[in-house]
């Protein structure tokens, strides 16, 4: 019975000591100073008139005529991101082995028929950036879901443009 207590006591003393060690204060905490704005003067009832244009003497601008340029994807680059930085390598093979998520060989051949109407690079990059949009049979959605913000419009062309010279 006193070791049962002892051994208590002991517990309640470990987890006290983490609770003081969690709420204690930062050493290397950086005191920021709060700006201070100075109040400007009340306005005076000197101001000028205002001088409004009317919205149909405003010339309207022109439509663009030109597209913006689409990014070009660099394959290279593309497995660089795929077998590190993305860490999509972690999840999917380059050949027909599943790992956690399915293996990718022939995807570009594949992706072109994954919805009408749509190319294996229109495909491929909205599977990147909305991946549980686009499940594939007997795989959960599982893939992170914030490939559109942690990778910039190149990084999924050069993603893309890898997957799909893939054989």
């Known amino acids: 019975m006193?070791?049962?207590?002892?051994?208590?006591?002991?517990?309640?003393?470990?987890?006290?000591?983490?609770?003081?060690?969690?709420?204690?204060?930062?050493?290397?905490?950086?005191?920021?100073?709060?700006?201070?704005?100075?109040?400007?003067?009340?306005?005076?009832?000197?101001?000028?008139?205002?001088?409004?244009?009317?919205?149909?003497?405003?010339?309207?601008?022109?439509?663009?005529?030109?597209?913006?340029?689409?990014?070009?994807?660099?394959?290279?680059?593309?497995?660089?991101?795929?077998?590190?930085?993305?860490?999509?390598?972690?999840?999917?093979?380059?050949?027909?082995?599943?790992v956690i998520g399915p293996g990718l060989a022939g995807i570009g051949t594949i992706a072109e028929t994954r919805v009408a109407g749509e190319s294996a690079d229109e495909y491929l990059t909205a599977a990147i950036i909305a991946p549980n949009d686009f499940l594939v049979p007997d795989f959960p959605g599982i893939m992170p879901g914030n490939f559109g913000q942690s990778l910039s419009e190149q990084e999924v062309a050069d993603l893309v443009a890898y997957l799909i010279s893939l054989p």
Do not use: K, Q, W, Y
């Not at 208590?8 to 950086?30: K, M, Q, R, V």
């Not at 077998?83 to 999840?91: H, P, V």
């Open 2 to 98: 006193i070791l049962t207590r002892l051994m208590s006591l002991t517990g309640l003393l470990i987890i006290g000591a983490i609770f003081i060690a969690a709420c204690g204060a930062a050493d290397d905490a950086e005191v920021v100073a709060t700006p201070v704005f100075e109040p400007t003067a009340a306005p005076t009832g000197n101001a000028p008139a205002a001088t409004a244009v009317p919205a149909d003497s405003v010339a309207p601008t022109a439509a663009p005529t030109e597209a913006p340029a689409a990014v070009v994807g660099d394959a290279v680059n593309g497995e660089t991101l795929f077998s590190g930085t993305s860490g999509c390598a972690g999840c999917h093979s380059t050949s027909d082995a599943t």
